[in-house]
């Protein structure tokens, strides 16, 4: 029932930006957690951010030096991703992510878009 749809990926220069976009469907984006994961080729997931349902903002490992920024839209019903100033190991699948609420795994989301793309190359 729970659709989520990203948006917003492409060829970008490294140095350049990107907005990435998820539109959720089905239910209120205040709902849930909404993260955004990211695959790199060959690549296990890795967890770049999270939004938490009460609108607080967190960021995972290297997604801390400030190039990533989420946020959430609640009006348009979607949950965003800024990465600015893209290198190439930014090059992967962004996924969006939800879930209803607290889960002891914090890596553990049961609503996952089909990705957008983000190539970035020199």
């Known amino acids: 029932q729970v659709q989520l749809v990203e948006s917003g990926g492409g060829l970008v220069q490294a140095g350049g930006s990107l907005r990435l976009s998820c539109v959720v469907s089905?239910?209120?984006?205040?709902?849930?957690?909404m993260a955004w994961f990211r695959r790199a080729p060959k690549k296990e997931h890795d967890i770049v951010a999270v939004v938490k349902r009460n609108g607080a903002n967190l960021y995972y490992g290297d997604f801390m030096k400030g190039r990533f920024t989420i946020s959430r839209d609640n009006t348009k019903n979607s949950v965003y991703l800024q990465i600015d100033n893209l290198k190439l190991e930014d090059t992967a699948i962004y996924y969006c992510?939800?879930?209803?609420?607290?889960?002891?795994?914090?890596?553990?989301?049961?609503?996952w878009g089909q990705g957008t793309q983000v190539t970035v190359a020199s």
């Open positions: 089905g239910r209120t984006v205040t709902d849930y957690d």
């Open positions: 992510a939800a879930r209803p609420g607290p889960q002891l795994d914090p890596l553990s989301y049961d609503y």
